[in-house]
């Protein structure tokens, strides 16, 4: 067994093989695989293995697109052929309006990525699959690529062309423990021996957080049962010359597909089970749990009217096993946060059918610094410390009871709720306060108009839309308060702190104390990696601002890049603060109500300033900045004094008219104003200028990402960044959109939403750069239909900026 390597990865499902597989098409041949027991003798081995183009965003579609033409090579190898049923199709039901909404935005959303959907009719539903009815059914839709493959044979195919390109694979090799070295490099103890190696990879599958313990580290990853049943053959599919496409039912909440002469069947029942969270037997492996199937009888019978066959079909055996999920049901494939040169490849839910994918962008991830695709979705980093193994079993047990119900546009769902609030929490929601989450954080969505009302969710514009229209006409024409929870905050201090941080970000540093600046923050290919707001308080310090869902990743990439005799020191102030933001035409004058000490006047307090001031006898930090396009103001406040300032605010802005606003009406505002939103319009996958932010970036100094920058400066635009407005008033575009000229597809929609300012309906894309220009006509595929959209200017209210200085 090796000694040395350049990476390790510890386990043997689809997740390691695929990653191990991956890593040698990057050119890296000195890797190794070690795993406790046999190949795939975790979860991948009892998979139900479906493999679909389906997929709830764009970076969701590309990996399993490239999964399912790796597989294809992979059947096709006369050297090494596995079985793979590519092509069957598959049908996804639908019985409601939402579900049919649903699956046009999904048409939409793939075309973007080269993958064809199709709406089908129930007629045409029955005569592609004759053993269902179409009893209360609407349509479904159709992916004319779904299939299924064999589980254990796709991973020996995956072991075998890694080891051909160099990769080594070591069975029976249980890992004991981890010790990370002063320079970043890891050991990695087995009962073999011990592997040094410059990185490692968690793809321990259900076992990942036993091999996170190792590195104190916990993964929000739990594991729940799932059980399908096979069937004797039955007669009607041995009847038939072709193999009968797939079935998922968000109703009944199965699946089915074809196995030899009969069906496999599973089945998401309500009554759900979580599993291995007091421990997981080290014997078990190649294991199964004890069959179950009274707690699906609820679903079997929904399942059985579907699918009558059912009613007269032997069972031929019931598989029940150990499948594992993350809070969003999402995979964890990237960075393990807090931890050098540490990946994982975990929480593959869908393993089986996505593997390829995940090992591809992952393997992209380590040798090349990015994937071809912005990897946020998938990212580790998205969770932070409320997600615990026992929040992510609540937010399981949830995940599972609507695996086919996908989420409705603005639905936060119940599970795990209240599990980051803020001392305000009760006032808000004494004043009605609607609230959705942020990185684990309540934040108001809108504020209820009377107590009983409940939002309709919707693809469509729906009962929010007058309520949000109320919230904004009081920003716009008097005053609001809004209540930011979670807003991302580091204190930087340190002696060489500009000139470090002048090397980090490509856009001008506030010039001097009292002073705000945005900034960005690129990556070595040049492209867009962080905003962040900087906000200098004096030599040396500085507050560092951004997103609330990029606290872990923004924390990585800067401590990644500290000074290595630690003159610099980062503190993370994210849970000691909580902004209040006073937005709108009379907000001075709200604020000299609440803090008579402060000149708020344009002279005495402009814009892109801060200071400390004093609102009763607390002290609070005051920055002149504004998402809303109006003059405002971010008042961050010690959580501990949260609820006495907000009351004097509210005292103070009685006489002024003022309103609580939510998120939904800042959207409204920032699209208007054409503000980006990160991890929406900020994406990896695009540099600055092609962001329309090139006035951000500074030629004259270096910066990380600067000689990329240079190089695709050079080649020009690969797509430019741009405002639409849409033709409908019926229904938003939704992100992933497709943006289409003369039918064919040109961009996507990365954010939508009704302007109530503007009374327009607006569409931020990337588009092809010569359609980008003021003036172009083009159209966008909303729920079915291509809505005629022009393009305008990207700050669409008030470009002068003359409101914000106010």
Known sequence: M????????????????SALYHLTQEGWQDVVLVERDELTSGTTWHSAAQVTNFGANQVMIGLKSHSIRLYKELADDPDYPINYHHATGGLRLAATQDHLDGYRHFISLAKGMGVDFELLDPAECKRRHPLITTDSLLGALWDPLDGDI???????????????????????TPVTDLTQQANGEWIVHTDKGDIRCEMVVNAGGYRCNEIGAMMDVELPVASMEHQYLLTEPIPEIAALDFRVPLLRCPTDDFYSRQEKQGLLVGFYEQGCKTWGLDGIDPNFTNALCPDDLDRCIDTMEGTFRRLPCLTAAGIHSVI???????????????????????????????????????????????????????????????????????????????????????????????????????????????????????????????????????????????????????????????????????????????????????????????????????????????????????????????????????????????RERLPSDGSIRITNLTDDFTILVVAGPRSRDVLRGAAPGTDWSP??????????????????????????????????????????????????????????????????????????????????????????????????????????????AAAGPRRCFASMTIDTAVSPAQPGDSVLSDGKVVGSVTSAGWGHRLEENIALAFVDPPLAWQGSRLDVEILGERVPARVGEIC???????????
């Open 150 to 172: 064999d589980p254990a044979q796709l991973c020996q195919a995956l072991a075998r062309r890694a080891r051909k390109a160099g990769a080594e694979v070591y069975r029976h």
């Open 320 to 558: 029940n096993g150990p499948i594992t999920y993350t809070p969003d049901g999402l995979p964890l494939v990237g960075k393990i946060p807090g931890k050098r040169n540490a990946w994982c490849i975990t929480g593959l839910r869908a393993g089986l059918g996505e593997g390829g994918g995940h090992g591809w962008l992952l393997a992209q991830m380590m040798v090349q610094g990015e994937a071809c695709y912005d990897t946020w979705p998938l990212d580790p980093r998205r969770f932070t410390r409320h997600a615990t193994v026992d929040y992510t079993a609540v937010k399981a047990v949830e995940d599972y009871q609507n695996e086919f119900r996908f989420h409705m546009p603005h639905e936060y769902r119940p599970a795990g709720r209240k599990m980051k609030t803020t001392p305000l929490y009760s006032a808000l929601e004494e004043l009605g306060a609607a609230f959705g989450v942020v990185n684990g954080w309540e934040r108001a969505l809108y504020f209820k108009p009377n107590p009983d009302f409940e939002e309709r969710h919707s693809f469509r514009f729906n009962n929010t839309f007058d309520v949000v229209a109320e919230e904004v006409r009081a920003v716009q024409n008097a005053v609001g308060i809004m209540e930011v929870s979670g807003f991302n905050r580091y204190e930087i201090m340190g002696e060489g702190l500009d000139d470090w941080l002048d090397g980090i970000v490509c856009s001008r540093l506030p010039a001097r104390s009292g002073k705000v600046s945005l900034t960005y923050l690129l990556n070595e290919q040049g492209n867009i990696k962080a905003e962040a707001t900087i906000a200098r308080l004096g030599s040396g310090r500085v507050w560092y601002g951004s997103a609330a869902a990029a606290e872990y990743h923004d924390l990585d990439w800067l």
């Open 796 to 806: 669409r209210y008030d470009p002068a900026f003359k409101r914000v200085r106010g």
């Open 603 to 712: 002279q005495g307090f402009p814009w892109l300033s801060v200071r400390p001031v004093a609102i009763g006898a607390d002290e609070v930090m005051a920055m002149s900045v504004s998402f809303s396009g109006e003059c405002a103001w971010e008042l961050h406040v010690p959580n501990e004094k949260l609820s006495v300032v907000f009351a004097r605010l509210w005292e103070a802005g009685k006489a002024h008219g003022m309103k609580p606003f939510g998120l939904y009406a800042t959207e409204s505002m920032r699209l208007e104003k054409g503000f980006r939103h990160w991890k929406a319009d900020l994406i990896t996958e695009y540099n600055p200028l092609e962001s329309a932010l090139d006035r951000f970036v500074l030629q004259d100094k270096d910066f990380i990402g600067k000689a990329a920058l240079e190089r695709m």
């Open 2 to 17: 090796k000694t040395q390597a350049r990476v390790v990865v510890i386990g043997g499902g689809i997740g390691g093989c």
